[in-house]
């Protein structure tokens, strides 16, 4: 079982950055690909980013590519995801997933999830 808490939303302008976090119980943490996906109000939950069990590979959805960075550290079993330039369209709860599939953009490749952080921005 791999527990995961994410932290570090917030409040922020347009243009403005965030640091989001995700802590995660268990000893297997760098046996995971690990990833981001949000949630608008009204939408279903999409994919913001992945990256994989060596943090060597990382992959974007392009609405956040350029924008915002994944990376992971598997000796605190953190997984982060740096955002800026940041747009009102960014807002959302953003999820944290634990998973065995390389690469996956589907929210059904995960097997454990956070509770959700709250991001809003601003115009």
């Known amino acids: 079982q791999v527990q995961l808490v994410e932290s570090g939303g917030g409040l922020v302008q347009a243009g403005g950055s965030l640091r989001l976090s995700c802590a995660t119980s268990g000893r297997t943490f760098s046996t995971y690909a690990m990833a981001w996906f949000r949630q608008a109000p009204g939408k279903e939950r999409d994919f913001v980013s992945t990256?994989?069990?060596?943090?060597?590979?990382?992959y974007y959805a392009d609405s956040v590519k350029g924008r915002f960075t994944i990376s992971r550290d598997n000796a605190k079993n953190t997984v982060y995801l740096q955002m800026n330039f940041l747009k009102p369209e960014d807002t959302a709860v953003y999820y944290c997933?634990?998973?065995?599939?390389?690469?996956?953009?589907?929210?059904?490749?995960?097997?454990?999830w956070g509770q959700g952080t709250q991001v809003t921005v601003s115009s």
């Open positions: 990256i994989g069990w060596g943090s060597g590979t990382t």
């Open positions: 997933a634990a998973g065995r599939v390389f690469a996956g953009r589907r929210v059904g490749e995960y097997d454990y």
